[in-house]
């Protein structure tokens, strides 16, 4: 199979999905807290030109597992 920019995309946002359903299901757990809290960011730029309107609302939650998940997913990329 051949290897192009595409397929690692798709491999990370599996790996970052992956690691965020880790994540949520072993939010329970308090000793583990540290690798399930997520770090929260937010983009939501806007455009009012009277006749026209834009908004659009981007958020982000990144956890420890889901960079993990990431890692592993490039990881198994480079094994292929």
């Known amino acids: 199979m051949k290897k192009n920019g595409w397929f690692l995309l798709i491999f990370i946002i599996?790996?970052?999905l992956a690691g965020a359903l880790v994540a949520r299901w072993l939010t329970p757990?308090?000793?583990i807290s540290f690798l399930t809290k997520p770090i929260e960011a937010s983009w939501s730029p806007a455009i009012d030109?009277?006749?026209l309107s834009f908004n659009m609302s981007l958020d982000f939650q990144i956890s420890l597992?889901?960079?993990i998940g990431a890692i592993i997913a490039i990881w198994l990329y480079?094994?292929?």
């Open 14 to 16: 599996i790996g970052l």
């Open 78 to 80: 480079r094994k292929m």
């Open 49 to 51: 030109l009277y006749v």
């Open 65 to 67: 597992f889901s960079l």
């Open 29 to 31: 757990v308090p000793s």
